[in-house]
């Protein structure tokens, strides 16, 4: 099982398909920014992002997504130098449940709570099956304390995805607050980037897609799971780090793509 068959969403700054580790693997997508229908990644956030998810396997070069046979479709909400308009997200998300999505991965956030219309967008396209994973926000305070957590991953229909590093430690700028879900790893995450080359790259952006590729393992590995039974599934089967049970730095713990599947 590679994720076959699984449509998964990145929203982001767009993807370089020329890539030659993501060759064929952006099945289609849309750019909200310059409204048309070739999301090239100017910024290279969206390329790194859908490396972790779909990478190619057995070809020699690069790295490997977690979920090397999925569909990706890039979403171009981020213009080149990272920034977007929650009215593009809406549409993105709008454009999910119209093409068949089953993944979003939002990498990407606001401090701020963007407000009702947005969350039910989120909350709309979860209703009709979509899980949404999202980075948990790089705010998070060196000693760990506080509630940081970014929207939308804040929201109750959305993951948040916690950062942890090569010990499967906190990173130390990983968000916290009783909404972080789930951890995955976002430091030193080498992955692709426009031009042909690769970058290793730290952020709960590079934690988020993990998580994303693991969603669709286990929707691969069993078609009749509901987005709820998938989170759930993802959740019951992380491995527990820091405080007992969920707590406010991993949320469940460390995502397993073996047992989760």
């Known amino acids: 099982n590679s994720g076959q068959g699984i449509k998964v969403a990145v929203i982001d700054s767009g993807v370089d398909k020329s890539h030659p580790d993501l060759l064929n ?127 939308p991953a804040q929201y109750a229909s959305v993951m948040a995805v916690a950062a942890t590093d090569s010990n499967d430690i906190r990173a130390y700028f990983s968000s916290t607050g009783p909404t972080v879900e789930i951890s995955a790893p976002g430091v030193g995450i080498l992955s692709t980037v426009p031009g042909n080359s690769y970058e290793s790259w730290n952020g709960t952006s590079m934690a988020s897609p993990h998580v994303a590729g693991v969603a669709a393992l286990v929707m691969a590995s069993d078609a009749r799971l509901s987005n709820a039974q998938v989170r759930a599934r993802l959740n019951e089967s992380a491995l527990d780090l820091g405080a007992t049970g969920r707590d406010t730095w991993y949320g469940y713990g460390l995502v397993d793509a073996k047992k989760a599947v």
């Not at 993944?103 to 209703?127: E, K, L």
């Open 25 to 151: 693997q952006v099945e289609g997508g849309w750019d909200f920014v310059n409204i048309d229908s070739e999301p090239m990644d100017d910024n290279g956030h969206g390329t790194h992002v859908s490396g972790t998810i779909a990478a190619i396997a057995g070809n020699d070069i690069g790295v490997v997504g977690v979920a090397p046979a999925v569909e990706i479709y890039a979403l171009k909400v981020l213009d080149a130098s990272g920034s977007g308009s929650f009215s593009s997200i809406i549409a993105a998300l709008e454009w999910c449940a119209k093409n068949g999505i089953k993944v979003t991965n939002n990498s990407y956030g606001s401090s701020s709570d963007p407000g009702i219309t947005v969350q039910q967008a989120f909350d709309n396209a979860y209703d009709s099956g979509i899980l949404h994973i999202a980075s948990a926000g790089n705010s998070g305070k060196f000693n760990g304390r506080g509630d940081n957590v970014g929207f």
